[in-house]
């Protein structure tokens, strides 16, 4: 899809340097996975000492 945005110069440059990203697309496009990504993170911990899941990890890798 393309959109027409404004975007601060040096941020974008700052991003694209620390993520070693050739171009603003791809740059916008990792942000963006980022973004939802700690978002489901956040939302999956908002269950954290809800769920008992009585998971057995020995098992579960095969050590037992």
Do not use: C
């Amino acid at each position: 899809m393309r959109t027409t945005i404004d975007l601060p110069e040096d941020l974008l440059n700052e991003a694209m340097k620390l993520t070693h990203t050739r171009t603003k697309t791809g740059v916008i496009v990792l942000a963006l996975e980022e973004l939802i990504r700690k978002s489901k993170i956040a939302n999956l911990k908002r269950y954290k000492g809800i769920i008992d899941l009585d998971i057995d990890l020995d098992t579960l890798r095969n050590r037992g």
